[in-house]
């Protein structure tokens, strides 16, 4: 059955139909309000229908920055190990608030940024036996620069997984 166009919605069809929009798309995963206008916007809901019908799923609860960027830090960086720099590069993408980013960065522990970081490197060492020591460190850096490390907390971790893997070595 084919759908009627959007113009030629009535209003009520027009409200259900972003409705079922909202549901189908909160059903898969928690989104952002911003994420959840934008997939409205593209199926050329109008905008005061996007406006009203977000409002009521906020007022409901079921739409909620700041849970939804709270979630998404946790998941992100238990399992890409991302740092808070990286994490608020992807909140911003996904429109949530600067403000709210930064109140859900700030509630991250830094000793399992630093943990994540080392859990990275270990892993990544494994695969890396047949480079010298000057290319183990400039890829390693390199990847946890691009997961939003620091260059100091990056060059530490690297050299303290080094130092490890030296020792392992030797003891052998």
């Given amino acids: 059955m084919a759908r009627t166009p959007v113009e030629e919605m009535t209003p009520d069809e027009l409200a259900s139909f972003a409705k079922e929009i909202v549901v189908r798309k909160l059903s898969e995963r928690a989104h952002s309000r911003s994420d959840l206008a934008q997939a409205l916007v593209k199926k050329q809901v109008p905008e005061g229908v996007v406006e009203a019908t977000l409002a009521k799923f906020e007022a409901a609860g079921l739409i909620d920055d700041e849970d939804f960027a709270r979630s998404w830090v946790q998941a992100r960086q238990r399992g890409k190990g ?8 992807e ?8 403000e709210i980013s930064k109140e859900v960065l700030s509630e991250l522990d830094p000793a399992a ?5 080392h859990r990275l490197v270990q892993s990544r060492l494994r695969s890396m036996s047949r480079f010298d ?3 183990k460190t400039r890829r390693l850096v390199g990847m946890l620069a691009r997961k939003g490390y620091s260059p100091q907390l990056a060059f530490e971790v690297v050299r303290h997984e080094l ?6 070595l030797d003891s052998m």
Avoid at 82 to 89: E, N, Q, S
Avoid at 91 to 98: E, M, N, S
Avoid at 113 to 117: L, S, T, Y
């Fill in 133 to 135: 020591d000057t290319t």
């Fill in 163 to 168: 130092g490890a893997e030296a020792q392992a």
């Fill in 91 to 98: 909140l911003r993408r996904k429109g949530v608030d600067d």
């Fill in 113 to 117: 940024e630093v943990e994540a970081a």
């Fill in 82 to 89: 991302l740092a808070p720099r990286a994490l608020a590069m």
